[in-house]
């Protein structure tokens, strides 16, 4: 295995792709909105990445076996937009680690003449969320225009000066490319897996891309969800824990 | 020395050998079960393994040698199954190395034409075990199926997601290279080391692999454990110190 | 990109120029006395340093455009004295990157025929500062003498036995190249900000190098950030939270 | 500069010289017994050794010069023995890079055909030392023989298992090599330079290598240790504050 190892499935001629990346981060809603996607649209899968800037570990599935850490890309054709949608289990966890991975997907996306990239996650302000809200931030000022008229708020003080990870990296490096790139950031408290965030960023999503999607299992998914948080709402009232978001892998 | 430094004592040839991993880690389960089978089976080093992935320290042994990190591999012949065994003082202290080391043992393993690997190791849930049970996981579904039979638990929800160093990594980096592999972790507390789960490993690992093992040095060990357990729990009405797992090496 | 890339927009051509570092750090004096100078003498940008040594993550404008972490060179010709003037988001957040990204800083001044260095920064004392003052250390005892002539101080116990990061790697390693290098350090609480210490730093700069810059913008952010200090000192008197420097970013 | 920069001034030729190693660490006892023979013996200074692993700092001399971190090798010549002496401001800060700087170390130790290796360090034991003692540990049990006809002592369970940083690694290192090497470890409270520690390591070594030295000055030190240990004392008497070991540089 080398420091990056890009296993391909599959050849698939796309036209002028857009990429979609959702990768595990804040309220995991950017890997909620990219899975839904892929199961929605029966996306199939392309190619693995590994890295040894992955955690040491492997995953064990709910029937006793292992996969390794990797990053998946997923692609699907049809007569409005050809999607590459990329996703996995784990993000880099050293700093060098995130710069050549992030690389490696530019140069993937290049060899199959991505039109742009949507990059995707959540933005933790620490407390309920009231009012469903996408934040964003662009590689080019044309782009912050467009998506504003899709009513993505751009914020003089946030997202809090930057974005950490693949969602910023592949802006920044995609920059330096002439790809032009936007984040989309779902408004979450940062303490729980947040569904409803992603049907809210899944909700821009569509109306930019001007496709449908059926978002009845995100929906199940935030009622789910809604119990839980009152669960914990009610034992709030007795101590007050703040949970850590690694600690929500298994209440997704 | 290179990153990784491979010092080869003997040549052997085996038969389709079984490779058997047991490193230190929770409980150090996986490294007494290795110790004692190697003790038993008069098993024969044929190799050691220096890295700069190690703490960079020396151990000190009690006769005021010293010895620098190193993994070792045992060879053992026999009629009914031949057996790699791998041990050592310590596992990567670096991610990358993690990676790089398990690679390094996959590659011996395949020169060796292992036919399956199993890794060991504990699983520390945090309080006395009462019933000693063993867990698995492993890289193929078949193997699941074979495992349970010999009464290895697959649970849903445990062991916890994932599993950490070279017990996963020898699974996962198997999985993309086709060698079989099995993870048995032996339930423990995480608090000590824990010859009686290493008994319960051995004794479903002699099952597997058809051998029969002299158990008695184990079984005196997790008696002076016990011991210890008592005098520990004595302490613990006075005052309840969580002893860290490092904090162990003496106690050994 | 490379590990360190060097994007070059401008070949300019200079006069024996003297290179001024200033990169964020303790109460952001250095950064702010590059950007004040930058400004004021209309200082044009001629490269671009990006790294993987740099934090994983892009940086918002107000404008809802990202940009990649990176350092920047400014050139400034002028008859009294050439300049180039280093300034940027960031430094290297690993041991190896601060080395090789002062010794590529090293590669382009000894390209632009560098004579002398100065690099700037703050000496946070963790209380708040009575008479403004600037400190000093060189690569080169005779450059001790000199600056002692601008009033800046030498102190037996300070800065404290070691200057961490460019502003000490540059005046190090240019030891070993034969660039003669002066650190100047302006005294600051390190809990703010401190465009007073700034301009500290900068009056004695400028007399050093027989300059003549207006100071106002320095002096309107001094006021400014006085206004903040107030207000602190004021919540202060209920409770005292000690402001951690990255959290300051937003008042800018 | 290099990963690892060695730049030699002088050339020597010497008679199977015997290595000391006194580098930075617990009681600083290492570094002042090396110190001490340099100064004693009059030795001189053949190479410098520059790293990328030590910390991305220069340290501010009192006259106001700066100087980057490195180790520094001393040759000394005599009837009797001729040495050389490791000394340096700092160790390495990555693992890799403690394994990278010992294995150069042993090249140039060889080049120098080097007959034994002494590695001086302090034992912390978390409490005032009652009676100056020397631990020892060595990388061949012949060694460990010699070792005790001086006085030192070999503990089962001391030094706790493990020797971390080069005073560990160039005995396990060297052993791979072939060449004997000896660990002499002072025992010492572990919170303070303590110049008697060293005192204790030097006699050892003197009777060892069969040499005689003045020992006035680490005496003198030592008196003005106890002073500042008084003082310490009687502040405890107020308050109990553990002062950590990189606080007490400014107290040498």
Redesign the interface.
């Known amino acids: ?1 080398d420091e990056i190892e890009v ?1 391909e499935f599959k050849k698939v001629k796309l036209k002028k792709p857009v990429m979609i990346e959702g990768l595990p981060g804040v309220g995991n809603v950017g890997k909620l909105v990219a899975e839904h996607i892929i199961h929605e649209l029966n996306a199939e899968k392309i190619l693995e990445l ?1 890295s ?2 992955f ?6 599935d ?8 990797k990053n998946e890309l997923y692609a699907c054709k049809s007569k409005k937009q050809d999607l590459l949608i990329l996703t996995g289990d784990q993000q ?5 680690g ?3 991975i ?2 490696t997907l530019l140069d993937i996306a290049q060899q199959h003449d991505v039109s742009r990239i949507y990059t995707l996650g959540g933005y933790g302000i620490g407390q309920l969320v009231e009012k469903q809200t996408v934040l ?6 044309e782009l ?1 225009a467009e ?1 504003k008229k899709y009513g993505v708020e ?1 914020r ?2 946030e ?7 693949a969602s ?2 592949l ?3 995609g ?2 490319r002439g790809i032009p790139a936007v ?1 989309l950031l779902g408004l979450t408290s940062g303490y729980l897996v947040d569904p409803k965030s992603a049907q809210a960023v899944l909700a821009v999503l569509c109306q930019v891309l001007n496709i449908e999607l059926d978002m009845q299992a995100l929906k199940d998914r935030a009622e789910e969800m809604e119990k839980v948080v009152e669960r914990l709402r009610e034992m709030e009232q007795a101590q007050v824990p703040r949970v850590r978001e690694e600690e929500l ?2 209440i997704r």
Request: one cysteine or more; proline letters at 5%.
């Open positions: 295995m296993r590994y040894w800037h955690p040491p570990q492997v995953l064990v709910n029937d006793g076996t292992v996969r390794l850490s880099s966890v050293t700093n060098e995130h710069y050549l992030a690389e964003g931030a662009a590689n080019d000022a912050v998506m751009f003089e003080e997202p809090g000066g930057s974005i950490v990870g910023g990296l802006l920044g490096l920059q330096l984040c892998g298994y």
